[in-house]
T-cell receptor, first 109, second 114 residues
């Protein structure tokens, strides 16, 4: 069946550091890919999405590119802030939604 | 612009009690779903619905019932609460038949069963 794998956390960075959170997927066909963010005590919010190969999703300084050849959708940000501390989920949609286990990011001032 | 609304935000139950978690959306989404989130377990799908009158089981359906009498509402019923059902529950909705449509989540219900 379809699955999503994310790098294990937690990830701890200093403010203004570069962020990469790896995500790879297994799916039949061509799923849409998403990154969600969850702040403490809240539900998941859509961060960005990409719907076909080579699409780049971007939002709030975060970017991810749909790489069909490597079945990956890595999340990047050039300079993280303390306010980016949250849990990040990679997900795909084929017949249903499939989520990765989440990666907790802590950004220190 | 309410989106997905879940009630209550917090609930404490005793073992064996029953209750209903409410979920409503105002986006005319056909697809609705319930997840539970536990530490170290990620999000697990309980039940989902692709339209009024249609429901199906997800990964962890035991101990839960759902119904979908209207497009807007998708309540989750705990028949006889158990401590293993202590969790945070999220309702989410999306358009059906549009593969690029994301899930929209509510803010969750934190349930404790003692």
């Amino acid at each position: 069946g379809d699955s999503v794998t994310q790098m294990e956390g937690p990830v701890t960075l200093s403010e203004e550091a570069f962020l990469t959170i790896n995500c790879t997927y297994t799916a039949t066909g061509y799923p849409s890919l998403f990154w969600y963010v969850q702040y403490p005590g809240e539900g998941l919010q859509l961060l960005l999405k990409a719907t076909k190969a080579d699409d780049k999703g971007s939002n709030k300084g975060f970017e991810a590119t749909y790489r069909k050849e490597t079945t990956s959708f890595h999340l990047e940000k050039g300079s993280v802030q303390v306010s980016d501390s949250a849990v990040y989920f990679c997900a795909l949609r084929s017949q249903n939604f499939v989520f990765g286990p989440g990666t907790r990011l802590s950004v220190l001032p | 612009n309410a989106g997905v609304t879940q009630t209550p935000k917090f609930q404490v139950l005793k073992t064996g009690q029953s209750m209903t978690l409410q979920c409503a959306q105002d986006m005319n989404h056909e697809y609705m779903s319930w997840y539970r989130q536990d530490p170290g377990m990620g999000l697990r799908l309980i039940h989902y619905s692709v339209g009024a009158g249609i429901t199906d089981q997800g990964e962890v359906p035991n101990g839960y019932n759902v119904s979908r009498s209207t497009t807007e509402d998708f309540p989750l019923r705990l028949l006889s609460a158990a401590p293993s059902q202590t969790s945070v529950y999220f309702c989410a909705s999306s358009y059906s038949g549009r593969d690029n449509s994301p899930l929209h989540f509510g803010n969750g219900t934190r349930l404790t069963v003692t």
